[in-house]
């Protein structure tokens, strides 16, 4: 899709890619080797992806992975999606962070937390 950064991306800048989804690096990173991974087809977000290529992102997801243990060796990761404009979303074209952690990384960082959890809890 014209003017979508993730459609438009250059294939100089794909670190990975398979049949139905590439990997590149974030152009953001909250942590060195933060990568997105997304569906070829431009597709809003996870809701309106084909079961083929959720399979696929995952696989690529688990590919990337293995080459971000080692190049960065971080010590665990987050996986993570924004699901519309009220979840964080700002690019419109599905995509899937996959954020290596570094022991110590949110003392190090204002607003990088140890995990997802703190952002969702409720007092029941």
Same mark, same amino acid.
């Given at each position: 899709? &014209?003017? /979508?950064?993730? /459609?438009?991306? +250059?294939?100089?800048?794909?670190?990975?890619?398979?049949?139905?989804?590439?990997?590149? *690096?974030?152009? !953001? +990173?909250?942590? @060195?080797?933060?990568?997105?991974? %997304? @569906? *070829? !087809?431009?597709?809003?977000? $996870? $809701?309106?992806?084909?079961?083929?290529?959720?399979?696929?992102?995952?696989?690529?997801?688990?590919?990337?992975?293995?080459?971000? =243990?080692?190049?960065?060796? @971080?010590?665990?990761?987050?996986?993570?999606?924004?699901?519309?404009?009220?979840?964080?979303?700002?690019?419109?074209?599905?995509? %899937?962070?996959?954020? +290596?952690?570094? &022991?110590?990384?949110? =003392?190090?960082? @204002?607003? #990088? *937390?140890?995990?997802? &959890?703190? #952002?969702? !809890? !409720? &007092?029941?």
């Amino acid at each position: 899709m &014209k003017n /979508c950064p993730f /459609c438009e991306k +250059p294939s100089s800048d794909i670190l990975i890619e398979n049949e139905y989804a590439k990997a590149f *690096k974030d152009i !953001r +990173p909250v942590n @060195p080797g933060h990568t997105l991974i %997304v @569906p *070829k !087809r431009h597709v809003e977000n $996870w $809701w309106y992806l084909t079961e083929t290529e959720r399979i696929y992102i995952d696989r690529l997801i688990v590919e990337v992975k293995k080459i971000l =243990d080692k190049e960065h060796h @971080p010590s665990a990761y987050n996986i993570g999606m924004n699901l519309g404009a009220d979840a964080g979303q700002t690019v419109f074209h599905a995509h %899937v962070h996959l954020i +290596p952690r570094y &022991k110590g990384d949110a =003392d190090k960082k @204002p607003g #990088l *937390k140890p995990g997802v &959890k703190k #952002l969702i !809890r !409720r &007092k029941i």
